[in-house]
């Protein structure tokens, strides 16, 4: 598994990463790792904007439903359809299966308080 | 998880493996090693081995110790021959459940003992004070022996050959509901043909010192038999394929044994009194409207139904989910509902009454605010595989 440079993550284990006003979000290997085999994933139509911190997305693993929430705000230009069948992909890389890209409102602003990816790890371990 | 969560005799052996560690009934028990979906399919192809120390062990003896339990369970004791076993409910006095649990006759095999008895590890606080009451009608002593033993499951076809490794053979291994004293492996053991997955197999409950040695040795035969240790997640989705209750979701004080879907057990003759009995035997013989009753029902969108999700039948709430996850057999969602009664049509509740009339009804699951396709099915969903 390969991490990308430039990865900012939440404390509710959401990664962001950013490029040409385009974020890509994710959950973290830590966040996947502590939910076992994930089975099944709810996620936002195209074309829905949230908050930061709303929720925008279930993740199910075999024994409960965990939400996910939005690490900036921003309207969702994308969602990665292939999860929908496949979700166990999540399991394999938790950096190459991503959940939703997204343009963002005021990168810059939101993304302030969120951690760099060993800082992260640092927290949560 | 709290400072008071009790540790197995295992504990240092599940850390070893990298288990996943959370409280349950007030034990720090394993959820998963290696993932759930694995070990549920483990146990259902070939071999799993579970720590189910937590549950709680009970002797009974006295000179009316048959007596006494015939007026606390609604079975039939009086056939149950020593070494047999048979699957019990605990009801109160309106006929709700204190618990579920599994009765062994025990004379002639553990000394001293006419019964063994074992219960759930979160209801042991309330079984013992019930048991010990009722027992003073009776010549008869309830101890608890929870304390003092360890247990563990060995689950799955495979799990004979591995017995048998050990040291008893196919012939003398316990048949289906009856259990023995043996020696595995040089460690004295009480060997059941038990279990809480649908599948063949055995519990073992032994003294304490012997857990170490007997976990690993059946660990030891991964690569012969394919065995892996298996957590309470994988136990979960087992007992759910096989249609088993467990107790605070499916079973509790204020549902019958009837209602809980539970009528296979119960007797329709028994000679004895029993708590609960009016209403139970009314219920069995359909002298008495039910309340409630227990439904398990598959999905049919895609979304899972969990524990406490909401039940409605044509965008009526009806009830609530009591268990609910993905089967990894099936490949589908499945669960356990308890479906309301009361303000339901009658030609509704007469068709839900009916087993067979009521397979097939559609229900309509609550999952985030949306509600969800799904319909009401047969038990267990899938064929159980126990050795008769």
Redesign the interface.
């Known amino acids: 598994m390969n991490i990308p440079d430039g990865i900012l993550c939440s404390k509710t284990h959401e990664w962001v990463l950013e490029k040409d006003n385009c974020a890509t979000i994710g959950l973290t290997d830590w966040a996947v790792e502590q939910l076992g085999d994930i089975v099944f994933i709810e996620l936002p139509e195209v074309g829905s904007t949230f908050n930061k911190n709303e929720v925008f997305a279930t993740i199910e693993s075999v024994k409960a439903a965990s939400e996910i929430y939005m690490p900036i705000s921003g309207e969702v230009t994308e969602v990665n359809e292939q999860l929908i069948n496949s979700p166990e992909l999540i399991n394999e890389d938790a950096f190459s299966a991503w959940l939703v890209k997204v343009k963002p409102q005021d990168f810059q602003q939101d993304s302030e308080g969120l951690l760099e990816y060993d800082d992260y790890k640092d927290e949560v371990q | 998880m709290t400072t008071t969560d009790k540790k197995t005799s295992l504990y240092d052996e599940h850390i070893k493996l990298g288990a ?1 560690m959370v409280p349950f009934g007030g034990w720090i028990m394993p ?2 090693y290696e ?4 070990e549920h399919n483990a146990t259902r192809n070939f071999a799993g081995l579970f720590d189910v120390s937590h549950m709680g062990e009970v002797y009974i003896k006295g000179k009316e110790s048959l007596e006494f339990l015939e007026s606390i369970v609604p079975q039939n004791l009086k056939d149950l021959k020593e070494g047999q076993a048979i699957y019990c409910q605990l009801p109160n006095k309106e006929g709700g459940l204190i618990d579920d649990l599994i009765i062994y006759n025990a004379k002639n095999i553990i000394d001293d003992v006419d019964y063994l008895i074992v219960i759930n590890a979160s209801r042991i606080e309330y079984d013992i004070p019930f048991m010990q009451k009722e027992a003073q009608n009776f010549g008869a002593e309830v101890i608890n022996k929870s304390d003092d033993f360890s247990m563990l499951a060995l689950q799955g076809p495979n799990s004979q050959y591995i017995i048998e490794k050990m040291g008893i053979n196919l012939e003398n291994q316990p048949k289906f509901f009856t259990f023995k004293k043996a020696f595995l492996d040089d460690c004295p053991v009480f060997l059941t043909r038990t279990g809480y997955t649908g599948e063949d197999g055995f519990e073992i409950i032994f003294e304490h010192k012997y857990a170490s040695k007997l976990w690993n040795k059946i660990l030891s035969y991964k690569d012969e038999f394919n065995v892996v240790p298996v957590g309470l ?1 994988a136990r ?2 087992l007992r759910l394929e096989a249609g088993l209750p467990l107790y605070g979701h499916e079973l509790n004080e204020n549902t019958t044994p009837i209602e809980s879907s539970l009528g296979f057990f119960i007797p329709q003759e028994k000679d004895a009194d029993y708590n609960g009995k009016a209403l139970i035997l009314k219920q069995k013989l359909k002298q008495t409207p039910l309340r409630r009753k227990l439904f398990a029902f598959v999905m049919e969108d ?3 139904a ?1 524990n406490g999700y909401e039940v409605y039948i044509d965008n009526k709430k009806v009830g609530v989910v009591t268990s609910g ?2 089967s ?1 057999t099936l490949g589908k969602n499945i669960g356990f509902c308890m479906i309301k009664f009361e303000n339901l049509p009658s030609d509704l509740v007469a068709k839900l009454n009916n087993i067979k009339e009521s397979i097939g009804t559609p229900i309509q699951i609550m999952v ?1 605010n949306k509600l969800y396709n799904a319909k009401i099915v047969k038990k267990p969903f899938i064929k159980k595989n126990y050795k008769k």
């Open positions: 996943k959820v998963q993932g759930i979906i694995k997640g979960d989705t895609r979304q899972i969990r996850a993905p990894p985030r």
